[in-house]
């Protein structure tokens, strides 16, 4: 089970961390990723990172401003956002794929097989 929290109300160019606590089972060979939604449009990619922590990718929208990053003795997965903007408001959604090593595939909402809840971020103008 992925539970994600953090998300929040803020005003453009603030910052949030939001973090993804893994239970019941532990996700340190899984490469995690963040993606986010919109009503009315499909899930976007943000950004993943491999199991290890070695790799990450980001979405273009995001690259320079957010951060991935994990800590797998505390089976978590962190997204640092910083400069956030009115279009960065979304549900953020992490996921797992247990497949660790991050490739083409990753950018993928089907290439993962666990998914938390969800957690709400709305910026502010």
């Known amino acids: 089970q992925l539970q994600a929290s953090g998300g929040g109300l803020v005003q453009a160019g603030g910052s949030l961390r939001l973090s993804c606590a893994a239970s019941g089972r532990t996700f340190s060979s899984y490469a995690m990723g963040w993606f986010r939604q919109t009503p009315g449009k499909e899930r976007e990619f943000v950004a993943v990172?491999?199991?290890?922590?070695?790799?990450?990718y980001y979405a273009d929208s995001v690259k320079g401003r957010f951060t991935i990053s994990r800590d797998n003795a505390k089976n978590t997965v962190y997204l640092q956002m910083n400069s956030l903007k009115p279009e960065d408001t979304a549900v953020y959604y992490c996921?797992?794929?247990?497949?660790?090593?991050?490739?083409?595939?990753?950018?993928?909402?089907?290439?993962?097989?666990?998914w938390g809840q969800g957690t709400l971020v709305t910026v502010s103008s």
């Open positions: 990172i491999s199991w290890s922590g070695g790799s990450t």
């Open positions: 996921a797992a794929d247990n497949y660790g090593v991050l490739g083409s595939s990753s950018y993928n909402q089907w290439e993962y097989d666990y």
